[in-house]
């Protein structure tokens, strides 16, 4: 594709207030000379676990289009370059400041943004519809990530998606999580042969909601450090399970990414009874670097 010299991006740290830690995310403000080859070549070469690109909405309830990529592939959906893009959107004006509510387009359809005010504003996504995949058997999952079957919970693990299909394990304690490994050998254990791409997210139950990891290597990423489109399916999963302390109640955090050194919170908030009006994930995010990408004519 043709291209004309500089394209500005920002990379910010989601789900985090702090800079360093979270989910690194670079945001395109304006990629609307990009084809989806160039997003994705961009994409690999950046390295982060996605990245988003800006475009105009083709809807007029959308403030604007966003696509994402991980190294890999494309995505209908993912949670912190959704909750990144909308702060970048604020921050560079695209969205008026004063906005509380808007909607992103995305591959999966609309996603409704609200922003909850104050020092360091909380930024909020309503996850969309979770659909219900297959269960798994505990003990080769346990075997998959290098676990023992007594480090997991007696549930069993369930393929769960807002987007990216996502299998959920639930494990007895944040050591067994720290422990767990899981590369392309463990998830072709596994899929057993069958031809699925999801990703593997395991969790323990806290006081304030869970310590989690989650592993993607079918999308290019070993280990992230946030998985937004995730957390939504692990608050119907605990719902479901039982697994929410009665001192969480509507709300409650994920942990995730702090085996990997970049410690991530993922505020839940549940609408309704058991989130029936909606499950919302938000987080914090925290602006590192302005940037420029210098690219050739033809690209």
């Not at 909405?57 to 959906?77: G, N, Q, S, W, Y």
């Not at 023992?148 to 393929?159: G, I, N, S, T």
């Not at 995730?230 to 709300?251: E, W």
């Not at 989130?275 to 050739?296: C, F, K, R, S």
């Amino acid at each position: 594709m043709a291209l004309n010299g500089s394209h500005a991006y920002t990379v910010v740290d989601v789900f985090t207030a702090e800079p360093l830690a979270g989910n690194p995310l670079a945001v395109f403000p304006d990629a609307s000379e990009f084809d989806a080859v160039t997003m994705q070549r961009i994409a690999r070469e950046l390295n982060l676990a996605e990245t988003a690109f800006v475009l105009p909405a083709t809807r007029k309830d959308c403030a604007a289009r966003v696509r994402i990529f991980t190294p890999a592939k494309e995505l209908a959906f993912a949670g912190h370059p959704t909750v990144g893009t909308a702060f970048v959107l604020v921050l560079k004006g695209i969205v008026a400041s004063d906005s509380t509510e808007f909607m992103l387009e995305e591959e999966v359809g609309p996603v409704h943004i609200r922003i909850e005010a104050g020092q360091r504003p909380l930024i909020w996504l309503r996850t969309p519809p979770i659909h219900e995949g297959r269960c798994f058997d505990g003990a080769l999952c346990a075997r998959a990530l290098g676990l023992e079957p007594q480090d997991l919970l007696p549930l069993k693990p369930q393929l769960l998606s807002a987007g990216n299909p996502t299998l959920l394990i639930a494990v007895k304690d944040k050591a067994a999580v720290d422990r767990a490994s899981l590369d392309l050998t463990g998830l072709k254990v596994l899929k057993g042969g069958a031809n699925e791409v999801f990703c593997v997210f395991l969790f323990a139950t806290t006081p304030d909601g869970a310590y989690s990891r989650m592993f993607a290597p079918d999308y290019g990423v070993p280990e992230d450090p946030a998985t937004g489109s995730s957390t939504g399916p692990l608050a119907v999963f605990m719902i479901r399970q039982g697994l929410l302390s009665s001192s969480a109640g509507t709300r409650f955090v994920s942990e995730q990414g702090t085996r990997m050194g970049r410690r991530s919170l993922l505020h839940v908030k549940l609408r309704g009874e058991n989130g029936t009006d909606g499950i919302y994930v938000g987080g914090h995010v925290t602006p590192i670097i302005e940037a420029v990408m210098n690219l050739p004519s033809r690209c």
